[in-house]
């Protein structure tokens, strides 16, 4: 609680300068923390409204990636059960406990058939994943677990003649609300693709659309 | 509105008196007394420095309460809820011979009568990752739900059977907040394994627990269907994978 108050001077009576000067004092020491600041005591109710808060420092939307240019993933055996990057958005976040760190990420895909094998795919040859990742401590972090897909796009996927296919133009949308418990510095936020088999595929990824918000109260 | 004035105006060489300053003493400090108003506090100067600090609580992730693997912030403005299931390992030996991610956390046969028919309720098979059960302030409730789902199904070596992608053979999820369906994918055909993620938004009261639930439904009744024709493949399966459900309650 922080209230001040002021010595009441009887009538005729010569006000000294101390206590002229003491509501004064009083006043200040009350709000500049000597013996308190303003807090909800000292405020009306629905004093305060959303032109109070403080607005968030932009931007949350990283240029680059909301239109990046194609980039061809897979269809490399480099990329084999590896996570490699598609997307990079450079940050430099100070999270405190139990802020809430929430990412979104939308790429469009187009998925083509590479084949070489003398047989048709199988499902296990044509699947991919994306997962978020948030650079900490110059390290990147898995945050997140694998989400799936499949570019095999009609059939049953185990025998027969389905690996010839081609998907245009999907949108593959991904969110995911990170909740630390200690204070965390984030460089950078990242989404990596994993492929079981990364030879007989490749994906197109453009347009990722990839972005944050950051709430903190 | 909050304001005070001087009612005694001094000239120079003038002395005070005690009425003139037990009255504007009184008159400021009794605005600072709790009278405050929104016109001595500047615009954009609040954040998150002068508010309580963000408290953390676990939430049932179980519609019966017996796992709270869901994940709560309370803000002064606003609340965040996530639950998330774990699959993060590519060994799962997957037919004929190559390890993926898996096991699957939920596995549907079309083969064995399985399910049931209608809409089911994905938290019946699945511990983390499609159920919330959260308190809530009068305001929006927002949030999204993504599911890692394949429906292979039949092979297209039955004769005649035209059961892949395009024919009768569906599935369908959908958010419902209190038994209210809020979001749903509409039915997706077969014939791939796909990531969806269905965001919803609906108006919410104050109540201590407000259920989000994570719902799915399949059907499998193309043409041809006469078990003559179909030639089952090894893996004629809806299967669920990796499941995230977050949901941002902003207050009014």
């Not at chain 1, 909301?66 to 430099?92: K, M, W």
């Not at chain 1, 936020?189 to 347009?207: E, Q, W």
């Not at chain 2, 408290?55 to 809820?81: E, H, K, L, W």
Request: with cysteine; aromatic share 12%; hydrophobic share 40%.
């Amino acid at each position: 609680m922080s209230n001040a108050s002021f010595n009441y001077q009887d009538a005729r009576a010569v006000i000294t300068a101390t206590n002229l000067n003491q509501p004064f004092t009083a006043l200040k020491d009350a709000s500049d923390g000597t013996s308190g600041k303003i807090d909800p005591s000292n405020t009306r109710s629905e004093a305060f409204n959303r032109n109070h808060f403080k607005q968030s420092v932009g931007p949350n939307v990283s240029d680059s990636d909301f239109d990046s240019n194609e980039t061809v993933y897979g269809f490399n055996p480099a990329q084999t059960e590896v996570f490699t990057t598609i997307a990079t958005f450079p940050v430099n976040l100070a999270l405190q406990p139990n802020d809430c760190l929430r990412l979104g990420s939308n790429p469009l895909v187009t998925t083509t058939s590479v084949n070489t094998l003398a047989s048709p795919l199988i499902r296990s040859e044509s699947a991919f994943y994306l997962c978020w990742f948030l650079t900490i401590g110059g390290v990147d972090v898995q945050i997140g677990y694998p989400f799936g897909y499949n570019t095999i796009v009609a059939g049953d996927g185990n025998t027969g003649s389905s690996d010839n296919k081609t998907l245009f133009y999907e949108r593959l949308p991904m969110s995911y609300c990170y909740l630390p418990s200690i204070a965390t510095t984030v460089t950078a936020i990242k989404v990596k693709i994993y492929f079981d088999d990364a030879t007989h595929y490749r994906v197109d990824l453009k347009n990722l659309y990839l972005h944050y918000v950051w709430a903190k109260f | 509105m909050s304001k005070t004035y001087s009612v005694g105006v001094h000239q120079d060489r003038d002395y005070a008196t005690a009425k003139a300053f037990n009255q504007d003493a009184s008159g400021f400090l009794a605005e600072f007394n709790g009278k405050l108003d929104a016109q001595q506090l500047p615009y954009e100067t609040i954040d998150d420095s002068n508010m309580v600090a963000n408290s953390r609580i676990a939430v049932d992730s179980r519609p019966d309460g017996s796992a709270q693997d869901g994940v709560g912030v309370i803000m002064a403005t606003q609340s965040y809820f996530q639950v998330e299931s774990t699959l993060n390992t590519f060994t799962w030996a997957r037919y004929p011979a190559a390890d993926v991610l898996g096991p699957p956390l939920a596995t549907f046969s079309s083969q064995n009568n399985s399910w049931a028919s209608g809409i089911l309720s994905l938290s019946a098979n699945i511990t983390k990752g499609s159920f919330l059960r959260i308190p809530t302030s009068e305001g929006f409730l927002r949030g999204a739900a993504q599911i890692d789902v394949e429906y292979f199904f039949v092979s297209q070596e039955a004769a005649g059977f035209t059961g892949n992608f395009g024919a009768g053979w569906r599935w369908q999820f959908y958010v419902f907040v209190n038994d209210v369906m809020v979001s749903t994918t509409g039915e997706q055909p077969a014939g791939r394994r796909r990531t969806v993620n269905l965001p919803f938004a609906a108006p919410i009261a104050s109540q201590d627990s407000v259920t989000i639930d994570v719902r799915w439904s399949a059907t499998f009744d193309g043409a041809g269907t006469s078990p003559a024709n179909i030639k089952l493949i090894e893996d004629a399966n809806l299967r669920v994978f990796n499941c995230l459900l977050w949901a941002r309650n902003q207050y009014r």
